[in-house]
């Protein structure tokens, strides 16, 4: 597996693997917008010559925000969005970033899993967070320099 930066022929994957995994996926304009944005992290995870995940990240000053990971039904179990959460968390940390931020939906517990294994810690409820009216935890992980 390789992980690397986007590129920008990477978006149109990108997007059609991010309806293929939420309910409320971005459009593509919204992740061209975000691979032009010189606060985001962004990564693509590539197995067997395809795009097997991606993750990306908005830093600020001293926080970024992790604003999605996903990895395609073929290739989850391989441990291909931890390898992500981990590069996104040492470009953050080479960005002068100290904490990462998340929202996870309550009903996702495999993503709250990974999260929990990898540090992050529950920190409040955004009640009605999402379109469909399910509530977000909100998750924090001091990043290490």
Do not use: H
């Not at 061209?32 to 395809?50: D, P, R, Y």
């Amino acid at each position: 597996m390789e992980i690397r930066n986007w590129v920008y022929e990477d978006v149109y994957a990108v997007a059609a693997l991010e309806k293929e995994c939420f309910r409320d996926p971005w459009t593509y304009g919204m992740l061209a917008e975000t691979f032009f944005n010189s606060a985001a992290i962004t990564l693509v995870a590539v197995e067997e010559g395809k795009i097997a995940g991606y993750a990306f990240a908005v830093k600020g000053v001293e926080d970024a925000d992790v604003a999605n990971i996903a990895v395609a039904p073929q290739f989850r179990r391989r441990g291909i969005a931890q390898a992500l959460l981990k590069a996104l968390e040492e470009r953050a940390a080479a960005a002068g970033v100290q904490r990462l931020f998340l929202e996870v939906r309550v009903s996702n517990a495999p993503a709250m899993l990974l999260y929990l294994k990898n540090g992050f810690t529950g920190s409040y409820v955004r009640p009605r967070y999402y379109a469909d009216g399910e509530d977000a935890l909100v998750m924090v992980k001091s990043v290490a320099r």
